[in-house]
Structures are given as C-alpha cells and as structure tokens.
C-alpha cells in the first residue's frame, strides 16, 4: 500500500510560480512511473506530466505545459515535485500525483493523492 499526500497548492496571480510536492509512505517510490494529473471545472482529468523510474531519467509533459512545468523527484526524500511557472488562468484546476509500477504513463496508476487545488487570478 502507497499513501500520497500533496502539498503547495494555493491561490498565485497570472505569471507567478508554485511547487507542488507529493511525499510517499509505505513503499519507496523509486521504481515507480510517477505522474501529475489536473481536474478543471467542467473538463475531465487531463495528463500533465511524468517522470519513470529512478534509473530511466526520462520525462514526459503535455504540451500545454511544456516550457513552463518540470517533473522532478528525489529519491532520498521519496518525494515527487511539479515546479510550475509563468502560470496563467487556464492553469486553475484540481492537481493529483500519482504512482504505479508497470505500464504506460499516460494511465492506469495504481496510486492517487488527494488532490490540492490551484487557483490563477487574471
């Protein structure tokens, strides 16, 4: 069993920055496929980011975030971090991490937090 558990949401005007971080318990995370996923009103859940295991070192990013978010981990803290910058209100959305073992990036994870919410003010 992995609990995720998310911090560094908030409230950020248009053009500032945030770090969302997401800390696991339970297991190490550093065979795991680790991704960020956002909910906003109105839309379904859409991928934003992942990052494979430790010895991969590869990430991947949807193209609306591309240039402006980094995926990163750190395995001695078994924690996974989104840097977000230059935001702007199309950014405002529910964010989840998440975690799973085997498979495609893109779905099926095995693992959610509980979400934190991200506001951008025009």
């Known amino acids: 069993q992995v609990q995720l558990v998310e911090s560094g949401g908030g409230l950020v005007q248009a053009g500032g920055s945030l770090r969302l971080s997401c800390t696991a318990s339970g297991r190490t995370l550093s065979n795991y496929i680790m991704g960020w996923f956002r909910q906003a009103p109105g839309k379904e859940r859409e991928f934003v980011a992942a990052?494979?295991?430790?010895?991969?070192?590869?990430?991947y990013y949807a193209d609306s975030v591309k240039g402006r978010f980094t995926i990163s981990r750190d395995n001695a803290k078994n924690t996974l971090y989104l840097q977000m910058n230059s935001l702007n209100p199309e950014d405002t959305a529910v964010y989840y991490c998440?975690?799973?073992?085997?498979?495609?990036?893109?779905?099926?994870?095995?693992?959610w937090g509980q979400g934190t919410q991200v506001t951008v003010s025009s």
């Open positions: 998440a975690a799973k073992s085997t498979g495609g990036y893109k779905n099926d994870y095995d693992y």
């Open positions: 990052i494979t295991a430790i010895s991969w070192s590869r990430t």
